[in-house]
């Protein structure tokens, strides 16, 4: 049990570093480590934008774009340490990225090429979840690991707030909080559950009250700001790394595009409610605060641009090359020994494919 409940709650408002108009209100992280973070999310910005493309010319099956928040993702890779892992949602390409995977690889799911589309040991990023908090528990089970076995592993498990109305969210907060395993729970709130706005999933004054109920502590943060979001993520990594068992963070931002390309968000959101977030976007956010230090210069902010336009046309002749799928590929890498099941699945599809070649 915690000695002291009061270390669990957050703060009553989300911690801001660098205000919407690009003004330090605190103790900001340095020049460099921002300029860094700028430059990843220039080529974020504009690999979201790409992907979206993509879908509309039939090279992608679908997209959940993270446009408007990739502050979150881009801060949750880059506190993390190369031995750590990360637990990404379908949303979370660009924290995928950051930490390594290639753009390409990333998205092979969701073109429909393969299972995942990266070896997750190369960089400790495991496949991208499109079910709800499904990956919750098993990043749970990785921190849990390592910390059986003495490694200074941190995983970041990330989810939005939808996944916070799923039983695996509660059962993975449980088991971490009573084993101390060594996550960070990170809740990307923005503010809908694809048609379904937060005041209909939950009646909590915040989502990082709900650490509460377990003895996690949590954290509110802007997450349209690169520097605060830096600050918090990078402290619960480290608590978590001291020993000090699992933390909760939400960061509130919003989702300015729809829920995948298959989404109307007109039907059910106002358009001046995303005007309004429009103002806080965080790259506006970064530069002006940069520029205004003259840290940033018209220069290192061309580079950044073409750094993007590099990464986007990578992405776009991977994704533009046709791939023949083997169909045995479907039940190859599902199990370590095949099931029953699965050998009977494989040889249904081998006779049928094998009586269309011969007709």
């Not at 690999?47 to 408007?68: C, F, I, K, T, W």
């Not at 990739?70 to 880059?78: D, H, L, N, R, T």
């Not at 806080?280 to 003259?294: M, N, Q, S």
Request: aromatic share 6%; hydrophobic share 40%.
């Amino acid at each position: 049990m915690t000695p002291d409940s009061r270390r669990l709650l957050p703060s009553d408002a989300p911690v801001t570093l660098i205000d919407a108009t690009g003004e330090a209100v605190g103790a900001v992280p340095d020049d460099a480590t921002l300029l860094r973070s700028l430059g990843a999310l220039i080529t974020a910005r504009r690999l979201n934008d790409q992907a979206y493309a993509l879908v509309r010319q039939g090279r992608l099956a679908v997209y959940p774009s993270s446009h408007g928040q990739e502050a979150c993702q881009v801060a949750a890779a880059q506190v993390l340490d190369a031995a750590d892992w990360l637990f990404p949602t379908y949303r979370d390409t660009v924290a995928a990225v950051v930490k390594g995977v290639d753009p390409v690889e990333a998205l092979s799911l969701l073109k429909g090429d393969w299972h995942c589309g990266y070896d997750p040991y190369e960089h400790r990023v495991a496949p991208h979840a499109t079910p709800l908090a499904t990956q919750l528990p098993h990043a749970v089970g990785v921190a849990h690991a390592a910390r059986l076995r003495g490694e200074p592993t941190v995983v970041m498990a990330m989810c939005g707030d939808g996944g916070t109305s799923e039983g695996d969210f509660h059962e993975a907060l449980n088991f971490a909080a009573v084993f101390q395993a060594p996550v960070v729970f990170f809740v990307q709130n923005n503010e809908y559950a694809i048609s379904v706005p937060l005041s209909r999933q939950s009646a909590a004054p915040s989502l990082a009250h709900k650490g509460i109920g377990y003895g996690i502590p949590g954290e509110r943060v802007d997450g349209n700001d690169m520097a605060a979001l830096l600050t918090v993520l990078g402290a619960a990594v480290q608590r978590a790394r001291a020993g000090e068992g699992p933390q909760l963070v939400e960061a509130h931002t919003y989702r300015m595009q729809a829920h995948t390309n298959a989404d109307d968000a007109s039907r059910y959101r106002d358009e001046a409610d995303v005007e309004a977030w429009v103002q806080r976007d965080p790259i506006t956010r970064l530069r002006a605060y940069l520029r205004d230090r003259g840290a940033l210069t018209d220069d290192v902010d061309a580079g950044f641009t073409a750094e993007a336009e590099r990464a986007a046309a990578h992405l776009r002749d991977g994704l533009n090359q046709d791939i023949e799928p083997n169909p045995e590929d479907l039940f190859a890498y599902v199990y370590a020994s095949a099931t029953p099941q699965l050998r009977e699945q494989a040889a249904l599809v081998a006779d049928e494919l094998s009586r269309e070649g011969a007709r």
